[in-house]
């Protein structure tokens, strides 16, 4: 008689390997363990490694088990904050500074990587917002393993 294996579920603590593939409502694909030079990501539950919601979906989940995930935006990198755009003196910015780069920079509350919106006469306009605040986020997840 064949002894039954009992199935590994996905806890909370665990340490889990995954292949995903992110992608927005639209459809454009924004981050892929299957991208070049990439892997399935490993990462320890309950230790603030992933986005809320991509842990949540993982929960129950077992070995071989595949499933795709929706994450509200406050359980991925929040809403967008419009207080998080500023306009600041563009002397204090490098003399090439240009529309869409991405810089860091330093707040009252520490580092901080902002996106350039628009280069003025004598300001810089900038968003500290997460490139993906606000939007919705859809994960195709598969377990490769559970310790």
Known sequence: MAKKTKKILVKDGDSV???YTGKLEDGSVFDSSFNEGRGP???QLGS???IPGFEKGLIGMGV???KMVEIAPFEAYGNYRPDMVSEIEKSK???DVTVGSTLQGMSQAGPVIVTVLEVNEDTVKVDANHPL???KLI???EVISVN
């Open 48 to 50: 603030n490694q992933l």
């Open 133 to 135: 605040a606000g939007k």
């Open 139 to 141: 994960f195709e997840i």
């Open 93 to 95: 910015f490098p003399e």
């Open 41 to 43: 990501l490993t990462a």
């Open 17 to 19: 390997t995954v292949n």
């Open 64 to 66: 071989g088990e595949s």
